[in-house]
């Protein structure tokens, strides 16, 4: 299980770079930026990711991972209104999940824990948020990429670069490539 418990790390600090490599090319006013009245913002995504992983990970061995002291309705409200702020945000919600699963000892995984009073494995209750959490910072990726238009600099293979990045890792195996 540890295998399995740092790929998951791994794979989550992964996305949160993601979204970190986005707000970057990103001025404050367009974090708050929304497509029309219906849709959210990089704001309120965030608002919501950092609910659900201080909601899921807070005492989760021993606390339903949906806490009664979560109002979720209120993350998808404008309530930060600085890039400071949201990026208090943002890292507050990282942090607790990253704590969480570095809590993690060997005796836990056979431990069932609860998300709405459903029960889960360890495993599961990983998994679930590793599915969650990469469609949100997607989403946030997908808004930020509208936003910056023909400034916006790849977070993986430029278009039009898939050869010369295949040739590159063939000619360096194991090389270090964004």
Same mark, same amino acid.
């Given at each position: /299980?540890?295998?399995?418990?740092?790929?998951?790390? !791994?794979?989550?600090?992964?996305?949160?770079? +993601?979204?970190?490599?986005?707000? =970057?090319?990103?001025?404050?006013?367009?974090?708050?930026?929304?497509?029309?009245?219906?849709?959210?913002?990089?704001?309120?995504?965030?608002?919501?990711? @950092?609910?659900? /992983?201080?909601?899921?990970?807070?005492?989760?061995? !021993?606390?339903?991972?949906?806490?009664?002291?979560?109002?979720?309705?209120?993350?998808? =409200?404008?309530?930060?209104?600085?890039?400071?702020?949201? +990026?208090? !945000?943002?890292?507050?919600?990282?942090?607790?999940?990253?704590?969480?699963?570095?809590?993690?000892?060997?005796?836990?995984?056979?431990? !069932?824990?609860?998300?709405?009073?459903?029960?889960?494995?360890?495993?599961?209750?990983?998994?679930?948020?590793?599915?969650?959490?990469?469609?949100?910072?997607?989403?946030?990726?997908?808004?930020?990429? /509208?936003?910056?238009?023909?400034?916006?600099?790849?977070?993986?293979?430029?278009?039009?670069?898939?050869?010369?990045?295949?040739?590159?890792?063939? @000619?360096?195996?194991?090389?270090?490539?964004?």
């Amino acid at each position: /299980m540890e295998a399995y418990l740092n790929s998951a790390i !791994t794979q989550f600090a992964y996305y949160r770079k +993601l979204g970190e490599r986005t707000f =970057e090319q990103l001025n404050d006013a367009d974090l708050f930026w929304r497509f029309n009245d219906e849709s959210n913002s990089i704001a309120i995504i965030i608002q919501h990711m @950092a609910g659900n /992983m201080l909601s899921r990970w807070t005492d989760f061995l !021993t606390s339903d991972g949906e806490k009664t002291w979560r109002n979720r309705d209120t993350e998808f =409200e404008d309530t930060v209104s600085t890039r400071e702020n949201l +990026l208090d !945000t943002w890292n507050t919600g990282w942090d607790c999940l990253f704590d969480a699963l570095n809590s993690i000892s060997a005796d836990d995984w056979e431990k !069932t824990i609860y998300i709405r009073n459903e029960p889960h494995r360890i495993e599961d209750a990983i998994n679930r948020q590793l599915a969650h959490y990469p469609y949100h910072v997607g989403q946030i990726v997908f808004i930020g990429k /509208m936003i910056a238009g023909g400034k916006w600099q790849s977070l993986s293979i430029p278009k039009g670069n898939s050869e010369k990045y295949n040739a590159d890792k063939f @000619a360096n195996p194991g090389g270090t490539f964004k």
